[in-house]
């Protein structure tokens, strides 16, 4: 049986989940916009719905949000980000698969800070479709071989 205090974040700051992200899962506000979008990701990763939607800028979000079981989240790179009074930036790269099929969303989201609490306000996705070769670089980040990691079997 896996120690929650010691499952890994999913959002790759190699943290445990329970000193990262789960704390803002459990209401604590996220101090910074790549906080926020950290925590984002593994709410994505974990199915979290719930916390997508409570930390989406009431001006841009959905009604609800449809499960995605087809999306596997895989690996989240931070590329920059920053703020600058109310306002914020994160551009990251997330890695998925869906089925057999691996893709890399590329963008560049815009947050907002009001009443002390950072939302995501909107963001300019990319999508962009990955071919691993079996002796390539495995895209979850494991730094082994794709054939001998998330390959086909």
């Given at each position: 049986m896996m120690h929650p205090a010691r499952?890994?974040?999913?959002?790759?700051?190699?943290?445990?989940l329970t000193d990262c992200c789960a704390r803002h899962?459990?209401?604590?506000?996220?101090?910074?916009?790549?906080?926020?979008?950290?925590?984002?990701?593994?709410?994505?990763?974990?199915d979290l719905p719930d916390y997508l939607l409570a930390t989406w800028h009431p001006s841009s979000r959905p009604s609800s949000l449809g499960a995605d079981a087809a999306t596997v989240w895989k690996r989240l790179e931070v590329l920059e980000s920053g703020e600058e009074d109310e306002r914020g930036w994160v551009h990251f790269r997330a890695t998925f698969r869906e089925g057999k099929h691996w893709s890399l969303l590329e963008?560049?989201?815009?947050?907002?800070?009001?009443?002390?609490?950072?939302?995501?306000?909107?963001?300019?996705?990319?999508?962009?479709?990955?071919?691993?070769?079996?002796?390539?670089?495995?895209?979850?980040?494991?730094?082994?071989?794709?054939?001998?990691?998330?390959?086909?079997?």
């Open positions: 499952t890994a974040c999913p959002c790759g700051s190699g943290r445990p899962h459990a209401g604590v506000p996220a101090p910074t916009p790549e906080a926020l979008m950290r925590s984002r990701y593994s709410a994505f990763v974990l963008e560049s989201s815009r947050f907002v800070r009001e009443a002390g609490r950072w939302f995501y306000l909107d963001g300019s996705p990319a999508v962009h479709r990955l071919k691993p070769g079996r002796n390539a670089p495995c895209p979850c980040g494991s730094g082994r071989k794709f054939k001998s990691c998330c390959g086909p079997a």
